[in-house]
């Protein structure tokens, strides 16, 4: 019902900053509450951020509160993942995700559907 496509992703410094973008097609972005996930090699994936479906309502993991800004363009069927102060230990494939029911959750098995995810690393 819904395709995602991340983009974004690159190397960059300790401190520094990127913006991830996820791209939606199908049905309008408005129907699904939106999270952000990551995956290190050797790990689980992990929350990092997620979003109401006006965008009124944010959640963000305590590793990336306060360095992270999670936003959604209904209009543009777009949302981003801003962030910043970056540190290695955010170093993994980030996974932008959709969940059809109304009620948020921070457990990667109750989004229906995923992207192919961008990677981002992080080196000092």
């Known amino acids: 019902q819904v395709q995602l496509v991340e983009s974004g992703g690159g190397l960059v410094q300790a401190g520094g900053s990127l913006r991830l973008s996820c791209a939606a097609s199908?049905?309008?972005?408005?129907?699904?509450?939106m999270g952000w996930f990551r995956q290190a090699p050797g790990k689980e994936r992990e929350f990092v951020a997620r979003?109401?479906?006006?965008?009124?309502?944010?959640y963000y993991a305590d590793s990336v509160k306060g360095r992270f800004t999670i936003s959604r363009d209904n209009a543009k069927n777009t949302v981003y993942l801003q962030m910043n102060s970056l540190k290695p230990e955010d170093t993994a494939v980030y996974y932008c995700?959709?969940?059809?029911?109304?009620?948020?959750?921070?457990?990667?098995?109750?989004?229906?559907?995923w992207g192919q995810g961008t990677q981002v690393t992080v080196s000092t």
């Open positions: 979003i109401s479906r006006s965008g009124s309502s944010t």
């Open positions: 199908g049905r309008t972005l408005f129907n699904y509450r």
């Open positions: 995700a959709a969940r059809s029911l109304l009620t948020g959750s921070n457990v990667a098995g109750d989004y229906d559907y």
